[in-house]
């Protein structure tokens, strides 16, 4: 069911939404299909989830519910752009799971995939953990990144080039909680 404008503008605390990209019911359907693409992929061995926070606390959440088979889940947290609606290009890693990757399939799960920075980093720094495998799912993906180096094996929508909030997405750590995803007016 997509929100009202007027309980939109209550929950955004009048921040302009341009639209809704996803509504909740949308966004719901679609995490319970990747959960069963997950599940079907992973016939064997030891299933680690690692979910990138922030921004993908609420999808991770939904997404490891619709998981069928044992999994672990852990956390990593990369640096965020701050205030900014753009990449300002630095990723550091600011926590480092506890887990051990080696020998496991890893599956990276991102919010979304806008200059692929991030993912680039991350790739790179897990690989050489020794994974068994090593896979991305991500809810959303923006096609602009110039050189990806692993693209996601498990992917909820293609996203439109604006900025979007809600879902665990945010802007300036607002938004996070909306349960639809909207693009904001810039
Ligand atoms: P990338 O490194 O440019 O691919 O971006 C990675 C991170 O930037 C994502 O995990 C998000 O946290 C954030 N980000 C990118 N695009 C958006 C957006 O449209 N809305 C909110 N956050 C975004
Ligand atoms: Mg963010």
Known sequence: MTPDLASIANVMGGREVRRVAFDADTIHRRV???????????????????????????????????????????????????????????????????????????????????????????VELLSQRNPRSLAIGALLHKHIAPDLKLEPRFLGFDAPKEFLVGYGLDHAENFRHLPFIASLVE
Do not use: W
């Open 32 to 122: 319970c299909e990747m959960g069963e693409e997950i599940t079907a992929a992973y016939p064997d061995g030891d299933l680690l989830v690692l979910g990138l926070l922030k921004g993908s606390f609420i999808f991770l959440g939904d997404l490891v519910r619709q998981i069928r088979r044992p999994i672990q889940v852990d956390f990593l947290v990369a640096s965020s752009y701050g205030n900014a609606t753009v990449s300002s290009g630095e990723v550091r890693l600011v926590y480092d799971p506890a887990t051990r990757l080696d020998g496991k399939h890893i599956l990276l799960v991102e919010d979304i995939i806008d200059s692929g920075r991030t993912l680039n980093r991350l």
